[in-house]
């Protein structure tokens, strides 16, 4: 099997893994980070969002191959004492109910707000409508992204 | 007039009457007895400097240590409605314990100890609120004496808050870890002796608690099934047979066994026709290394299939046949008046058939679960709604007794009731068995939606007269769907009671004439529960009707369910069917029965709320339902924009009355959420079957509602009430769907008979 490094929240990991192995499962298995979830494999739930460099992506669809030098970020990684903006409004609002979807909710909410701090109510739901919620959050979530929106320093 | 029972049920399978039983059919619940009981009141252990210190446990669920910290069990398992904070939170008040020094403690499956852990039917309050309210003040007044004697005061004087006894008068406190080798030597007080708080002395119940497990989902720290994990763990992924009841024929692994990683394929029996719930699919296992390595290679497999007899199966032409069945004549399962009679002398008859499709539960947590099998025991890590009923799985299909099996809970990635089936759990246990090492079995999002336990597909008939004073004079309701029971036991072509019993055979109105018919219809996949159950499609037909009866009656819909409610009074059902048995999910009718001026209440205030009666912009409207289920009464008003064929839901308005509200701010959350998990069920999920294989594969072909079409804003109120806490976990979906459709016929003229809604058809 090949060997690939890459950089995940800041570190550098050597992983001996199938090429195409997706992101995802080298961060669950091999790396053993589980915040990351598995929710479709085809990129249409969200479960798995991190961060290529400051863009939200699915890991379940990025073969390890691809990745090279781009700096990987898992929820794990977004904030060094878990109080991230987005954290702390998640918790504000109470918004998980399962909880499953919500790293993947925050993960993608946080490259929204990377690259427009101030997003609007539709541009929020055009960002994150590619993440799902079966139990049905969609209100807090609104709600929490609101709340951080426009604040000074984000990530 | 002939009236058939609806099947014979059969003695057979002991293990089917196991679980048919603990979900909701057959049993009452004070039968199956809530639990709790004492394993002793206190107890020792070594502390880090290996001295021994004394701890109290007064009950399975709660034990307090010299510390101070209080350890109190969760034993219904957390899927999203928060029950592992709302259950212990009641432990807590009562105790009058300091939250903040309470540690929740998941329970592994074990229904002697710790009563029912089966988590559905929205009974997790209901049943446990007392039991939970006991514990707490069985260990506060053991508390109270130990601290009393020592300051030889009266206990009555006494009382606890924030981890403390406090004596008032002296100002003496005393910390509840200091106290606890004391208590141990007061005898347990007899339930009748307790002395439970008054509602006004709450502190947590009826407030708003985050969850517990908020900061560590935040996170990614929180373990659900899938993040559990043991040394020398494998993974494993397997191809079932497409067809439900078809078996493996033959297979060729040599392209799978081929990818590195790979260390076994192992063959999976199925478990034939009925399904049951507790057997795996036939299948071919891979098992490998890592999840990735296991699925690559399982879509690798070239397996040969004997289909079986459901091969032919389509639900299209199921539907087809159902509309030609219900225009007879059915079984009879509830009768009140002559129908007959009321139709001949109407002045209005309205006929509608309504039709509602297939739909999987769609968890974003695919079915997983780890399994080690080692020297005769096996040892489970699941997401499970039901830990006891894996347990008697696991062992049956190991040919082990249940005191061999440990199952333990991790959180559910939504359930909805899918994981309430353990099958996926013996798929693990099995290879685990066959491998010698750990493994744990990942479903894919498509193994998931082709190979769930489906909430049915239905059709109905209901014909309603109006006579010649402008009232409704007669409701006929008639149901075809493939039974639940049919999961376990393939003879069964006719709904349950307890089927029937989700908002038709307690159809609550006021009219001389009623009469509910079912007809037969075969079951050819596996048939589960869904969040609601068969309250989905028949609040849908209900709830639509009446609107329909609204409008013929030149009333308005809110002024016409208040007058079809009649005057307050309680209702019990049983005179009019046949069995003489409305099962009420598993409560007493007599003790709890139907009560019109609860529901009126509700519906009053949801249309003070909603502004009902207000003018909206063209292509907006409100529309309503009112719909019991699960004990609670919920009224509902949704607002709908309508723009061509686009549907937008601005504002959901609910109130709800749940008898005592122990968490308001998950009571809010499951409302919200369920508006959200409605709107699919209305306007986005349809399962298909085509020669007996689901045509839809991932989120792509089975829709569920994202963002931006989501109901916007959703207002839930809660009614005060100190009677008896009732459902909330499902009571939110049912009314949501007609009050969605009666919306969008309010803001369009056209009528909805059919699910998902498609306003270009």
Redesign the interface.
């Known amino acids: 099997?090949p060997k690939y490094s890459i950089q995940v929240n800041g570190k550098t990991h050597e992983v001996d893994?199938?090429e195409?192995?997706?992101l995802l499962?080298v961060l669950?298995?091999?790396l053993?980070?589980?915040?990351?979830?598995?929710?479709?494999?085809?990129a249409?739930?969200g479960?798995c969002t991190v961060h290529l460099n400051d863009t939200a992506v699915r890991s379940c669809s990025i073969p390890v191959s691809t990745i090279g030098q781009n700096k990987i970020t898992?929820?794990?990684g977004l904030s060094e004492k878990?109080d991230h903006p987005l954290?702390q409004a998640?918790?504000k609002f109470?918004?998980?109910?399962?909880?499953?979807?919500?790293?993947g909710q925050?993960m993608n909410a946080a490259a929204l707000l990377k690259r427009n701090a101030k997003p609007s109510e539709e541009e929020?739901?055009?960002a994150?409508?590619?993440?799902?919620?079966?139990?049905?959050?969609?209100?807090?979530?609104?709600q929490a992204i609101q709340s951080v929106s426009g604040r000074t320093v984000i990530g | 007039m002939k009236i058939v029972p609806p099947f014979q049920k059969k003695s057979g399978n002991v293990r089917s009457e196991i679980f048919m039983a603990s979900r909701r059919d057959f049993l009452r619940i004070g039968g199956l007895a809530a639990g709790g009981f004492v394993l002793g009141v206190s107890f020792f252990s070594c502390n880090e400097k290996g001295k021994k210190v004394a701890s109290l446990a007064p009950s399975v669920y709660l034990t307090i240590h010299p510390d101070g910290e209080v350890i109190i069990v969760a034993h219904r398992s957390?899927?999203?409605?928060?029950i592992r904070t709302s259950l212990p939170l009641v432990v807590a008040d009562e105790l009058g314990a300091d939250w903040s020094r309470v540690r929740i403690v998941q329970a592994e499956g074990d229904e002697k100890k710790y009563g029912n852990q089966n988590t559905d039917g929205s009974f997790s309050i209901r049943m446990f609120y007392l039991p939970m309210r006991q514990a707490g003040a069985t260990a506060k007044f053991m508390l109270i004496q130990a601290a009393a004697q020592k300051w030889n005061v009266a206990a009555a004087e006494c009382d606890t808050d924030n981890g403390q006894v406090v004596h008032k008068a002296s100002g003496k406190t005393a910390a509840f870890g200091d106290l606890v080798e004391a208590a141990g030597k007061v005898a347990i007080p007899p339930l009748d002796q307790l002395k439970l708080k008054d509602p006004g002395q709450f502190k947590m119940i009826g407030r708003?608690t985050?969850?517990i497990?908020?900061?560590d989902?935040?996170?990614?720290?929180?373990?659900?099934g899938?993040?559990a994990?043991v040394d020398n763990m494998k993974?494993a992924a397997i191809k079932r047979c497409p067809v439900v009841g078809g078996n493996v024929k033959s297979y060729k692994a040599d392209k799978a066994l081929a990818?590195?990683?790979v260390l076994k394929v192992i063959v999976i029996k199925g478990g034939g026709i009925p399904p049951t719930i507790h057997k795996p699919l036939s299948g071919v296992a891979v098992v490998a290394d890592?999840?990735?390595?296991a699925?690559?290679a399982r879509d690798l497999l070239e397996v040969e299939w004997d289909l079986g007899p459901n091969a032919g199966y389509d639900s299209a032409a199921h539907i087809e046949e159902l509309k030609k069945e219900i225009v007879k004549d059915g079984t009879v399962r509830r009768v009140r008046g002559d129908f007959g009679m009321a139709k001949k002398n109407a002045k209005k008859v309205i006929e509608h058939t309504y039709i509602a499709p297939y739909m999987a539960h769609?968890?974003?947590?695919?079915p997983n679960a780890l399994a080690v099998v080692k020297d005769g025991n096996c040892e489970i890590w699941a997401c499970t709604q039901n830990p006891q009923g894996a347990r008697d799985s696991v062992a049956e299909a190991l040919g082990l007794t249940a005191e061999h099996v440990k199952v333990n809970v991790t959180?559910?990635?939504?359930?909805?009731g899918r994981k309430s089936k353990p099958d996926f759990i013996v798929e693990a246990a099995l290879l685990a068995k066959e491998c010698g090492f750990p493994v744990k079995v990942?479903w894919?999002?498509?193994d998931d939606i082709h190979h769930d336990f489906y909430h049915a597909l239905s059709v109905q008939r209901i014909v309603a007269t109006i006579d010649t004073n402008n009232k409704l004079s007669g409701w006929n309701h008639h149901l075809a769907y493939p039974s639940i029971g049919a999961t376990f036991d393939a003879s069964v072509v006719q709904p349950s009671d307890g089927e029937l019993g989700q908002g038709a055979l307690d159809f609550p109105y006021d009219v001389p004439a009623i009469k509910v018919e079912t007809h037969d219809a075969t079951s050819h996949i596996r048939v589960g529960w869904l969040r609601s159950v068969r309250n989905i499609p028949q609040a849908f037909a209900v709830g639509t009707m009446v609107d329909e009866i609204a409008e013929a009656r030149k009333m308005d819909p809110i002024a016409n369910s208040l007058d079809l409610l009649g005057a307050d009074r309680s209702i019990t059902f049983n005179s009019e069917i046949p069995k003489g048995a409305y099962p009420n999910y598993n409560e007493d009718i007599a003790k709890y029965p139907w009560e019109t001026g609860r529901m009126k209440k509700v519906i009053e205030r949801v249309a003070k709320d909603a502004g009902w009666g207000k003018k909206l912009p063209q292509g907006s409207a409100m529309g309503f339902a009112a719909h019991k289920s699960f004990l609670t009464y919920v009224a509902c008003i949704v607002e709908v924009k309508v723009e061509g064929n686009k549907i937008s839901i601005p504002n959901v308005y609910y109130a709800l009355d749940c008898g005592t509200a122990v968490n308001m701010?998950r009571i809010r959350?499951?409302f919200?959420?369920?508006?959200?998990?409605s709107?699919s069920i209305a306007l986005k999920s349809e399962i298909t079957i085509k020669n007996g294989r689901v045509e839809q594969n991932?989120?792509?072909s089975y829709k569920?509602i994202?963002?931006?079409e989501?109901?916007?804003?959703?207002h839930v109120s809660i009614i005060d009430s100190q009677d008896k806490p009732t459902g909330v976990g499902e009571p939110p979906v049912p009314a949501f769907t007609p009050a969605l459709c009666n919306a969008i016929y309010a803001a369009t003229g056209k009528r909805i008979y059919k699910l998902p809604v498609d306003l270009g058809a």
């Not at chain 1, 053993?32 to 085809?42: A, E, H, Q």
């Not at chain 2, 957390?78 to 928060?82: D, P």
């Not at chain 2, 989902?217 to 659900?224: H, L, Q, T």
Request: charged share 20%.
């Open positions: 099997m893994v199938l195409d192995m997706p499962w669950r298995d091999i053993g980070m589980k915040g990351t979830k598995f929710g479709c494999g085809r249409l739930c479960a898992t929820i794990e878990g954290q998640w918790e109470i918004v998980p109910q399962c909880g499953y979807c919500q790293t925050i929020i739901e055009q994150m409508q590619g993440n799902l919620c079966r139990c049905g959050t969609y209100n807090r979530i609104l | 957390e899927m999203g409605t928060g708003a985050p969850i497990d908020l900061h989902i935040v996170i990614g720290k929180a373990v659900f899938i993040d994990a993974y990818v590195t990683g890592n999840t990735w390595a699925i690559k769609g968890t974003i947590e695919p959180l559910l990635g939504g359930a909805f990942q894919t999002r498509e701010d959350s499951q919200e959420g369920g508006a959200q998990f709107t991932n989120f792509d569920i994202r963002m931006p989501s109901p916007k804003n959703i």
